[in-house]
């Protein structure tokens, strides 16, 4: 059993982890708009991996003996002015999730909970991995400046990422 306080925390971070699923289709919905398939694609699979980051978190507070506590999604937005700032957002976001992460660790180092502990070291892995993809299409954005054809390209190699593969189709 964990405490009320870890339970709590935990059930937040599952709300964030729907949130960035749902902020993700926005995106993609965004991209499949403007015609740029390859990116609504990346950003679907996006979502998809987050929904099942939200479900390791509904399981694991369930396998604890804990009770799951939905709250309310925030909105996601809806407008952004071009893809940069959309891929921008993305890279922030994770950076926030990789903060989120990290003082869920610290609350189950401060409270000695082992099994939370090391149930959120795969997070923490995966943080790393999440800020490196979105920082490095970031940077990809950057190096094409307003090349069309730079970003046909790169809407190309974007919707090539499969599920579960992200680190090799960025
Ligand atoms: Fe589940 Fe992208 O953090």
Redesign the pocket.
């Given at each position: 059993m964990i405490s009320a306080k870890m339970t709590d925390a935990l059930n937040k971070q599952l709300n964030k982890?729907l949130y960035?699923a749902y902020l993700y289709l926005a995106m993609s919905a965004y991209f499949e708009d403007k015609n740029l398939k390859g990116m609504a694609r990346w950003m679907r699979v996006q979502a998809d991996e987050?929904h099942i980051?939200g479900m390791k978190f509904f399981d694991f507070i369930q396998k604890v003996g804990s009770r799951v506590k939905l709250e309310q999604i925030q909105q996601p937005g809806f407008e952004w002015s071009g893809p940069v700032e959309v891929f921008q957002e993305a890279f922030e976001h994770?950076q926030f999730?990789t903060k989120s992460i990290n003082e869920l660790v610290d609350l189950a180092m401060q409270e000695r909970d082992h099994a939370t502990s090391t149930f959120l070291h795969w997070f923490v892995d995966?943080?790393v991995e999440?800020e490196a993809i979105a920082s490095d299409i970031v940077q990809k954005f950057n190096l094409i400046g307003d090349s069309k054809g730079g970003l046909f390209m790169l809407d190309r190699e974007l919707g090539s990422r499969i599920m579960g593969a992200a680190p090799n189709n960025v």
């Open positions: 982890e960035s987050e980051h994770e999730i995966e943080q999440e």
